[in-house]
C-alpha cells in the first residue's frame, strides 16, 4: 500500500493510494463500519504494524470493490503532510555509499557515520524548506529512508525486515558550515524543516527488495544524482540491526540511509552554488513517487 496523509480543518487524516483515487480512511469507516479494528489514523497505524497494515488492506479491497465512489479523493486536491506525521527519533547514517566514498576520497569507516535529526525538522512533500539565516551552505541529499513498525532492540540482521513497516523519500538537508563548525555533525543537519518525507510510506511487501531502487535528485530540473540503494554499504536489514544494538527502535521511528555522490560538497570547489532561496529539489526513488521541496530564507 501507498500511505499518506493530508492536511484538513480537523488536522491530518490518514489517506491510501488507489486506482480510483486517495482513500480517506476515518470518513470511509463511518460510512462503512469494519467488522475488524482499522486503525484510522498514521500514528495509530504504525502503533500497531504489522497487523493494521493487514487489516487496513484488507478494508481498503472491500471498498475499493463497493460503490462508494464519493469516499475517494482527487490527489491533486489534497495538500498533504509527512508521511510519518510524529517520528520518535529521526536517526541518520552517513557515508555509506561507496560511490560518494570515491568520489569524495573519504576512507570507508568501520561503521557509517549516526547522526541524528529533530522532529522538528520533519516536513511534508511541497512544504518550504528554510535557509539558516546563520548558513550560506545548504546542500540537498537524496536518501531512502526506513520507517520502523515494531519495537526493536539487538535484533539480528536477519531479524531486522520484520521490524520494518515501509520505506519512503527524503532528502536530508544539511548546512556544510554548521555541520563543520564542531566536532558533531548535529548542527548542520538538525535544523528546522531539514528532513521532508514523503509523499508516501510504502509498505515493505509493496517495495520488494529495499537494496535495489534506483535513486534520483534534480535540483531546479537538473539531475545531479543518479544512482541505486545497491550501492549502500550497510544494506536495509543491516542498518536496523547495527543501529539496534546502541538503543531501542520505536514504531514510527525513521532511519535515513545515506546519501550517494552528487551532493554540493563533492563538486569542485570552485563550481559549488549553494542552495538558494526558490531553488526547487525533487527526489524520486523507484517505487516511492516524487518529494519536491523548495528553499525559503530565513528572515
Request: with cysteine; glycine share 8%.
Amino acid at each position: 500500500m501507498k500511505l499518506l496523509t493530508f492536511r484538513t480543518s480537523e488536522g491530518l487524516k490518514l489517506g491510501v493510494k488507489t486506482e480510483k483515487g486517495i482513500l480517506d480512511v476515518a470518513k470511509a469507516l463511518k460510512i462503512v463500519p469494519s467488522e475488524t479494528k482499522v486503525p484510522y489514523t498514521m500514528d495509530e497505524l504504525l502503533q500497531v504494524g504489522e497487523v493494521g497494515v493487514s487489516a487496513l488492506n484488507a478494508y481498503v479491497a472491500k471498498i475499493e470493490a463497493g460503490q462508494h465512489h464519493d469516499l475517494f479523493l482527487e490527489e491533486g486536491s489534497l495538500v498533504l503532510g509527512p508521511c510519518v506525521p510524529h517520528p520518535g527519533k529521526v536517526i541518520g547514517i552517513g557515508l555509506n555509499y561507496q560511490g560518494y566514498l570515491k568520489r569524495s576520497n573519504t576512507p570507508q569507516p568501520t561503521f557509517p557515520y549516526i547522526f541524528t535529526k529533530f522532529p522538528s525538522a520533519v516536513r511534508a512533500t511541497d512544504d518550504p524548506i528554510l535557509i539558516p539565516s546563520n548558513s550560506t551552505q545548504v546542500d540537498y541529499e537524496a536518501e531512502l529512508a526506513i520507517v520502523i513498525g515494531k519495537k526493536a532492540r539487538r535484533v539480528s540482521p536477519e531479524e531486522a525486515p520484520d521490524y520494518i513497516v515501509g520505506y519512503c523519500n527524503t532528502n536530508d538537508f544539511s548546512a556544510r558550515d554548521l555541520q563543520y563548525s564542531t566536532p558533531s555533525w548535529l548542527p548542520g543537519k538538525c535544523c528546522d524543516s531539514f528532513c521532508p518525507i514523503g509523499p508516501y510510506l510504502v509498505t515493505s511487501d509493496e517495495v520488494g527488495d529495499p537494496n535495489n531502487l534506483n535513486l534520483r535528485a534534480y535540483l531546479n530540473g537538473k539531475l545531479y544524482q543518479e544512482s541505486n540503494t545497491s550501492d549502500m554499504i550497510l544494506n536495509c536489514k543491516e542498518i536496523v540491526s547495527g543501529v539496534s544494538q546502541f538503543f531501542t527502535l520505536e514504531p514510527g521511528d525513521i532511519i535515513l540511509t545515506g546519501t550517494p555522490e552528487g551532493i554540493i560538497m563533492t563538486w569542485p570547489e570552485e563550481e559549488r552554488v549553494w542552495l538558494q532561496d526558490d531553488d526547487e529539489i525533487i527526489v524520486e526513488i523507484e517505487k516511492l513517487g516524487r518529494l519536491t521541496n523548495r528553499m525559503k530564507q530565513e528572515v
